[in-house]
């Protein structure tokens, strides 16, 4: 079993073998699927494979496979991201079966390549759910992860994820790709706010990949915020304590807060 993917401009050499050599060619839209093949004058047989049959055509698709070479394709993207194809590959694999992959056009990858955000670390996190208290509780879950983060998205929930992305995450840099690897490309970057204005009222077409920058780093507590909250401490606990309980709570070094601390006593007793 294979699993290439492409756009006319794209495809390799090797994906146009495999599919000319497969036996069966599962798909999502035999009609998407069918451009390419007639493109290419391939006419290996096609199966509507997709969310909605996919429990019952899985079965047959992996004992052809056992057979004789299955080739499965995704209409947008390398299969198996956010895509039915992941179950059919685990059991596929649990079964025997051999599987390489040919890849092609991915459009998380894509976007991180071109938003300008930092790639050493990043977390794809899929589709946020619809329901806004859902959505909302999943963001509250990544918003200490140090990395960019990664979603799918539709048109029309575009500029409520957008919004609710930066009520739980702060107004951090962000961008959004629409149409990725395809004609109509395009990529705009900007502050969560910003985006989320600019389709407030006009959702675009296409699919779409919301990039969002690592948590900024938080501002240092000034000298005059840490005395403050030593002084309110040391009103009701011992120096070792209130500097413990300061340092934890601004997020400095212990020993530091500690040596203020007894400055900080000495002045107060004199006074």
Do not use: Q
């Not at 002084?231 to 807060?257: D, F, N, W, Y």
């Amino acid at each position: 079993m294979a699993t290439p993917i492409g756009n006319l401009g794209d495809i390799s050499p090797r994906a146009l073998a495999v599919l000319a050599g497969a036996s069966l060619i599962a798909c999502e839209d035999t009609r998407v699927t069918g451009k390419l093949l007639h493109y290419f004058n391939i006419s290996t047989r096609m199966m509507p494979y997709h969310d909605h049959n996919a429990a019952r055509v899985r079965p047959a698709l992996i004992a052809r496979a056992l057979a004789e070479p299955v080739a499965l394709v995704s209409d947008a993207g390398t299969p198996l991201i956010s895509d039915p194809g992941c179950k059919l590959v685990a059991e596929a694999r649990a079964a025997g079966v051999t599987i390489v992959t040919i890849p092609g056009p991915s459009a998380v990858i894509a976007a991180l390549s071109i938003a300008g955000l930092p790639t050493d670390r990043f977390l794809f996190a899929g589709f946020l759910p619809a329901k806004a208290g859902a959505r909302a509780a999943a963001i509250a879950e990544l918003a200490a992860v140090p990395a960019t983060l990664a979603f799918y998205e539709s048109g029309p929930r575009l500029a409520a994820t957008l919004a609710a992305l930066r009520e739980g995450l702060g107004d951090r840099p962000a961008a959004v790709g629409r149409e990725l690897t395809k004609r109509h490309e395009e990529m705009v970057t900007g502050s969560l706010s910003t985006l989320a204005a600019r389709w407030a009222d006009t959702p675009p077409k296409g699919e779409l990949v919301v990039i969002v920058g690592p948590p900024l780093p938080a501002a240092a507590p000034e000298a005059g915020d840490i005395d403050s909250a030593l002084t309110e401490a040391l009103a009701t606990m011992r120096v070792k304590e209130a500097a413990r309980h300061v340092a934890e709570r601004l997020g400095l070094p212990k020993s530091e807060v500690y040596a203020r601390a007894l400055a900080l006593k000495a002045t107060l007793g004199d006074g």
